[in-house]
């Protein structure tokens, strides 16, 4: 047992601090970020220089961008980049965590060779396109249907909160490609490219962030963007959600760490209770990081972390909502404050993450989807 | 950063399983309940031939120079299996007190006895305040020539009936200083308490009780930066060894989902017990992974003031969920005293409550957070 | 006089897991992951059976396991009971052996190690339960082999084996080298002290390839089998229930008699 870092990996996390801490267009990237909008142009230029440096994907193979070094050092760089970008930060992103995933592991040599090097140098992203109005937790009953004419596929029906679609060159799209039972058999994954006719986006203002639907009216698909085999698609999702469900602690502890400070300065620390709550909650967080930590060391050895990432992501999810509310009792009635309200503290921040926060329990699966995984997946517990 | 035992630990970890599987079955463990004496001086001997008490003690004293997280994976497996006996009070609250402050002499004289299970020994601190720190010392030393003579009221020592010397602390002015006691001087009375987990916990009163001055253990007066420790100590074993209980909770609850049937179905196949097993789930690893860091920590030398409280704040309350849970899944079948879930959810609680419980530890945590 | 011996040992999935979680498809059995691997029992007790020889009389116990992807802290529990070395045959060429080509390949091994004195095998393993593989290897190595042994004692160069048999044992002896397959009245393993896994856990296994006993992949392992599977099954198991009616006690008893007889179970 080892509980913690290797010189190399201290020198690998301390190079993507000073780097973040230091470049000029960092600290517009971090607006941008926070706004919860997405990319804006800074984000974009920043993309770009992590990119260069191999940092977005660290644990690619060299030839597809990466720097070729175990899942540990891509998790030291997600804790990096997600300290740094703080409220706004939404982990793993679709191009490295789960387009990269699945077509390094089942994508053709020419997509790959499309692709990979340009999400890894931060050229491209995707919009992760599972969600559906009846297709949320139950992702298998999807709809979008993709026909097989011949020389293209043709796209026809509707996604729902597809988050990034409005800065994202590419639509990392689930598509039912066979009407059968059972119906996660007859799913196909594709990428398609955002600007394709028949394409239209209508942003959805969500609670602190901007996402989108999406709607497909006869949409060409060109055969070579279909992805791995013709119906295997729910496969690689799943396989891929281990790798989607990756969180890094570093943001929230960040929250955490603003927190503590605002008590002790204010001098609610006095007081047992806050007392108790907050020293619960950085209790928590070292064990939500050891979580985290747990995924990349289980990657490095061959194993696959699916029931553990089912675990990171409710613990984690649930201890935000704790982190929050907990601020919220310590700002007791500042808390309602906006971040340009006269008289807000901490910026406005918990009031933003108050509303903001509630994503974290639903995305990726709700945290009552992952107690289903705990339960059936690492206890063994029957089905029906 | 890596989070499995190495080889030596797992092959300890499954000779220990399979040792206390044979020979601390959980009839056993209800005899000891029973029994005056709490222990078997049989299986006392056959573990320490095994070399278990002598494990964190260097070759020198006749220990194997094992760390904290050797005996990490040997207490989950003594959690797992209810052992009773004064294990701990011997080696962890004890021994290695006697090892990290001990005089050349003292070591000689207790530690290659301790290591072949010649001696028990226990650890004498709380007192009627019921506090674990510095303040809730009363019991006074007073100094007679080349002697102390030491009175008070010590509760809740854990097996003190059967120990042979106790490590007791005790106000000498206004600092604390700790005595290493033959539990046959005269003065001291020894009382068994009844106690919620039948466990063999004592009152012992001392009543001017002779000390030899040459049996302080550190410096006069500078007791409570040793006693610290060992509630230190004492608070990551207890961790370990409920850990290795809540493991047990789990799989003999689970098993259970697996095999009870009610409306027709399996209980298993329920979300509404899926759920709260997964919460079981969720909070076992927690409770290892917390308190293998702090084990590591120490094992590595390095301080580990907020990590152990952090392991003894979570798993305190861990163990109260996962048992408490254990037993709605058992339903009335686990209120029996046939059924060994209540046997894991009376220790649990003397788990919880030795050396600190979730508060205490929180506030420890609080202060090292700088609150 | 100190005695070589050299023990089989063979690492099997716990046989203690429930029947149900053993699934068959394929002609192949398939286990899930927290069916945790051990030590055969019967190869255990034969452990024991050198170690009470190595106490009394001396001598070096040489542990000798065959397979592939071997874990260590299981099959190093040898070293930390007391055997002196470890040697692992350890090679995916080794996978899906049967009895003869296991037979083979240790005895091959034996041979490399060259000094023995005594071989102690369990009387069969806890997976296949063929029991073969110790009587072939002594058949390969042209020694004596006696199965089934509850007690084992060396003196003046002989050894007196308590042989089990169904109504008691028998008691044989036999000239040095022999081989000897050992049964669990024997006695059970003793458990691992400390010390001895401390000093297990610092020891390396020897490992062997092929190769470096002079066989071919083609000679061991599933290339190797003389016998073939043919089919893999898990039997399936009906009981029916037949109420035998009369008149009276004796006359019900009757009827079953008849019935019993046209069964031909009388």
Known sequence: MDFGFSPEQEKFRQEIHEFLENDADAKGAKEEWAAGNGYGPHTWVIMKKLGARGWLTPAWPKEYGGLGLPAMYRALAMEEMDYFTGRGSRGVLCGIGMTGTVLLGHGSEEQKREYLLRISRGEIDFALGYTEPEAGSDLANLSIKAEDKGDYFLVNGQKMFNTACHYAQYHWLGARTQVVEPKYKGIS????????????????????????QIFYDNVKVPKN?????????????????????????????????????YAKTSGKSKDPIIRQKLAQLSTEMEIAKLFALRIPWMLDRGMRPTPEAAILKVFYAELQQRVINTAQQILSPYGQLKKDSKWAQLDGEFELEYTASLEGIITRGTCEVMRNIIALRKLGLPAR | MDFSFNEEQEMLRKSARQFLEDECPKKFVRDMEEDEKGYSPEL???????????????????????????????????????????FLPTTVYSSLPILHYGTEEQKREFLPKIAEGKLIMTLAITEPSGRFDEAGIETKAIRSNNDYLITGTKLLVPDAHIADWFLCAAKEGEGITLFLIDAKTPGINCTLLKTLAADKQCEVILDNAKVPARNILGKSGAGWEI???????????????????????????????????QFGKLIGSFQAIQHQCADMAIDVDAVKFITYEAAWKLSQKLPATIEVSRAKAWTSDASRRVCLTGHRIHGGLGLTEDHDMQLYFRRAKAMELAFGDGDFHREIVAKELGL | MPINMIVCCKQVPDPEAPPAVFKVAGNKMTLPADVKPVISPYDENALEAALR??????????????GNKLVRDVIKKSLAVGADELILLEDEAFEESDSW???????TAIKKIGQYDLIFCGRQAADWDAGQTGLGIAEILGIPAVSVARKVEVTD????????IPDGYEIVEVALPTLITVTSELGDLRYAALKGIMAAAKKQPTVWKPADIGLEPSQVG?????????KLFQPVKEAKCEIIEGDSPEEAGANLAVKLREAKLL
């Open chain 3, 157 to 164: 160069g002989k050894v007196r084996i308590e042989q089990v």
């Open chain 3, 53 to 66: 020889i190595k106490e009394k009389t001396g001598g070096k116990i040489t542990a000798l396991s065959l």
């Open chain 3, 101 to 107: 080509s296991t037979a083979y390949a240790l005895a």
């Open chain 1, 189 to 212: 994954l594709f990428i398609v490219d955002l600007k394709t006719p028949g394409i239209t986006i209508i942003p959805i203002q969500a609670l602190g962030f901007k996402t989108n």
């Open chain 2, 44 to 86: 006392w001997k056959r573990m320490a031939e095994l070399g278990w008490m002598g494990l964190l003690l260097p070759e020198e004293y006749g220990g194997l120079g094992g760390n904290f997280l050797d005996l990490t994976a040997l207490l989950e497996e003594m959690g797992r299996a209810l052992l009773p006996g004064p």
């Open chain 1, 225 to 261: 963007c279909l992805v791995g085999e013709l119906n295997r698609g729910f496969y690689y999702i799943m396989e891929a959600l281990d790798h989607e469900r990756t969180y890094t602690t570093s943001r929230l502890n960040g929250e955490l760490e603003k927190l503590i400070q």
């Open chain 2, 227 to 261: 006693a610290s420790k060992i509630e230190q100590w004492g608070a990551i074993a207890q961790c370990a060894l409920i850990s290795g209980c809540l493991q047990q909770v789990l799989e003999m609850t689970v098993d259970y989902t697996k095999e009870r049937m």
């Open chain 3, 222 to 230: 599933a290339a190797g089998r003389h016998s073939k599977l043919n």
